[in-house]
């Protein structure tokens, strides 16, 4: 089967960062994190998922581990708000060019500040969506910054700051 790139690719392609193209099938309707991470066979630990927040008017992209939660405090810190929120499905694809599921770092419509959680520091390599659902892209975390122009925080809630 002829795999057809996406423009996360060939950005990478034309920064030569090498990366490991991995798919899965998404017919089952399984696209969260933990259910990629198995389909592709890696450590959720190192399958990033990336999440697009708000503050005002401004737009700021997170990669964490798709385990993982999202502090808002913390990411607020990271970019230099008071406060942000999680951008509403709907605004998505208009805002970055990607869906839900397929929502890839690399290539947004606009560069938005971009912070990687610090844990992808500690990884040889990360996994985050190539651009499309049922593609991922394995790459080096400092490439991956250097591309995105991200910033590595501490981004993830603490176990015991979990809802139950």
Do not use: W
């Amino acid at each position: 089967m002829q795999i057809s790139k996406t423009n996360a690719m060939r950005i990478l392609d034309r920064h030569h960062i090498s990366y490991t193209l991995h798919t899965y099938d998404n017919k089952d309707g399984q696209i969260h994190g933990t259910a990629v991470a198995e389909k592709i066979g890696l450590n959720p630990e190192t399958v990033f998922k990336t999440l697009v927040a708000r503050s005002g008017n401004e737009l700021f992209v997170y990669v964490i581990p798709v385990a993982e939660e999202l502090d808002l405090k913390k990411a607020a810190k990271a970019a230099g708000q008071k406060k942000i929120e999680m951008l509403p499905v709907k605004e998505l694809l208009p805002s970055t060019g990607y869906v839900r599921g397929g929502c890839s770092p690399v290539g947004m419509k606009k560069n938005y500040p971009t912070f990687i959680d610090i844990s992808a520091a500690s990884q040889n390599t990360v996994a985050v969506s190539a651009g499309k659902v049922g593609m991922q892209m394995e790459v080096q975390p400092a490439e991956l910054a250097s591309c995105t122009g991200a910033v590595f925080a501490s981004l993830v809630k603490a176990p015991a700051e979990y809802e139950a």
